[in-house]
């Protein structure tokens, strides 16, 4: 006889195929499948922005929504010495971005939840309203494109991220945030992973490339980025969110009866 699992009379009991009888109440029962699904991210309000995340223990995937807007870049100048690196030139310029969405991955380590080095960002010319909405590759440099097996990834590298090992996982958010549209646009992803998504969006529009067209257009309107038809990602935000959590190495979880057994005998 295979493990047996019983929920009755107020109690929860599991019988395993040695003849061995573990028993909790149905109370402390549900207290287990609560901690199960509910992240470990405490009583702090979600942050704004938020518009949908996935858990599933070790890891958790937050889907972040910034809204359109004008905003200044640090972008590479055309006569810089490097491609990327210290020696850099950068020069300030002031593009129209449509909906920005990121997709920030956490590991849990011990109590706490630590953004890995999984993250992704698309952009979107309406605000997400379902999670089988569509969104589009991100006209921009240092936002890798990464071929796997499953998709074309839209990766940010996150090697300066600042990670100071005393934030929440709302503070760590925030630097993810901060550190993707803060820092310098420069040609990293030409070079190490061989693209990005700047150079991978050449064409789809006559007013996006090169950069002085896109400032351009977006001096004469601060919505221009809403009408450009971003390159298409060909899954929806849950795929998306499938693919991360497929992508991302950890052990295979163990059945509900294992799970219980291990919970029984903490007790």
């Known amino acids: 006889m295979s493990d047996l699992l019983t929920i009755e009379s107020g109690k929860a009991v599991l019988t395993t195929e040695e003849g061995q009888r573990l028993e909790r109440t149905e109370e402390q029962f549900m207290a287990m499948l609560r901690n199960e699904l509910v992240p470990p991210w405490g009583a ?23 809204p359109p807007h004008v905003r200044q870049f640090r ?55 379902a999670l089988s909405d569509e969104v589009g590759y991100p006209a921009l440099l240092n936002i890798s494109r990464i071929p796997t097996p499953l998709r074309e990834r839209a990766w940010i590298c ?15 958010l925030q630097h993810l945030l901060e550190h993707t549209w803060n820092g310098g646009f420069n040609l990293s ?8 998504w700047f150079g991978a969006s050449q064409g789809i529009h006559p007013d996006l490339h090169p950069v002085e067209s896109w400032e351009k257009a977006s001096l004469a309107n601060d919505a221009f980025a809403l009408g450009v038809p971003w390159k298409a990602v060909p899954l929806t935000v849950a795929e998306i969110i499938e693919a991360l959590f497929l992508e991302c190495p950890q052990a295979p979880r163990a ?4 799970r219980f057994m291990n919970f029984a005998q903490k007790g």
């Open 44 to 66: 702090g309000a979600l942050p704004d922005g938020v518009k949908f995340y996935d858990w599933r223990p070790p890891l958790l995937v937050v889907v972040h929504q910034l």
């Open 75 to 129: 972008w590479i100048a055309n006569d810089s010495p490097e491609p990327y690196g210290e020696g850099v030139v950068y020069r300030k310029v002031r593009l129209s971005i449509p909906y920005a969405i990121t997709f920030a991955v956490y590991a849990q380590q011990g109590a706490g939840l630590y953004l890995t080095d999984g993250n992704e960002l698309y952009f979107r010319n309406e605000p997400l309203r």
């Open 189 to 196: 992803s030409e070079n190490h992973e061989g693209a990005s």
């Open 255 to 258: 059945s509900l009866a294992s």
């Open 158 to 172: 996150t090697q300066y991220l600042e990670r100071t090992g005393e934030d929440d996982w709302t503070g760590q």
